[in-house]
T-cell receptor
Framework: GQSLEQPSEVTAVEGAIVQINCTYQ??????LSWYQQHDGGAPTFLSY????GLEETGRFSSFLSRSDSYGYLLLQELQMKDSASYFC?????????FGSGTRLLVRP | GAGVSQSPSNKVTEKGKDVELRCDPI?????LYWYRQSLGQGLEFLIY????????KSGLPSDRFSAERTGGSVSTLTIQRTQQEDSAVYLC????????????????????FGEGSRLTVL
């Protein structure tokens, strides 16, 4: 089957750095995406990794290791508005399979 | 419109009734997805349309669920004889497949989601 594992909840302090891990098991894997979803809102695209290594987009970075079937999202200089759920999503045969999401709570 | 539009935003129905959920994707997007999200849970893939190709229905949970996409644009998700376990938010997303080289984005393209249709089955 196809599955993605990520922690259910992470808490961090404003201004800190937090890493959200994702391990995946999918067939026909092309790449790993990350989406953010605020309560009651629609998921929005954050980043994508097709190749091994680190991709940086402002305060957010995403990493992929294909050999380890592992990736992570790194959020730096945390702000209160970063409190949301974060989903990793594996691209498999032209569709996205989502993990169960990590709820990030940023405290003052 | 500028974004993905879904209707109704909220639907309350009685067990056993049929419901139809509508999705109007972003103009020009060839791919359209339906996902289901239960409270506090992840996104469960339901069905995927790409252009004129046969849809990928592998995520539909039972034969009570069906979807169609007319004219390569608007899509309707139909749930027949609704059950209480069907209660969830149904999310639609559209995308334009990445065609650039080198590929810096997902094959699927960035998915743009609608606000969802919240279905409650009493």
């Amino acid at each position: 089957g196809q599955s993605l594992e990520q922690p259910s909840e992470v808490t961090a302090v404003e201004g800190a750095i937090v890493q959200i891990n994702c391990t995946y098991q999918t067939s026909g894997f092309y790449g790993l995406s990350w989406y953010q979803q605020h309560d009651g809102g629609a998921p929005t695209f954050l980043s994508y990794n097709a190749l091994d290594g680190l991709e940086e987009t402002g305060r957010f970075s995403s990493f992929l290791s294909r050999s380890d079937s592992y990736g992570y999202l790194l959020l730096q200089e945390l702000q209160m508005k970063d409190s949301a759920s974060y989903f990793c999503a594996a691209e498999s045969s032209y569709k996205l399979i989502f993990g169960s999401g990590t709820r990030l709570l940023v405290r003052p | 419109g500028a974004g993905v539009s879904q209707s109704p935003s909220n639907k309350v129905t009685e067990k056993g009734k049929d419901v139809e959920l509508r999705c109007d994707p972003i103009s020009g997007h060839t791919a359209l997805y339906w996902y289901r999200q239960s409270l506090g849970q992840g996104l469960e893939f339901l069905i995927y349309f790409q252009g004129n190709s046969a849809p990928d229905k592998s995520g539909l949970p039972s034969d009570r669920f069906s979807a169609e996409r007319t004219g390569g644009s608007v899509s309707t998700l139909t749930i027949q004889r609704t059950q209480q376990e069907d209660s969830a938010v149904y999310l639609c997303a559209s995308s334009q497949m990445w065609t650039g080289s080198p590929r810096i984005g997902p094959n699927t393209g960035e998915l743009f989601f609608g606000e969802g249709s919240r279905l409650t089955v009493l």
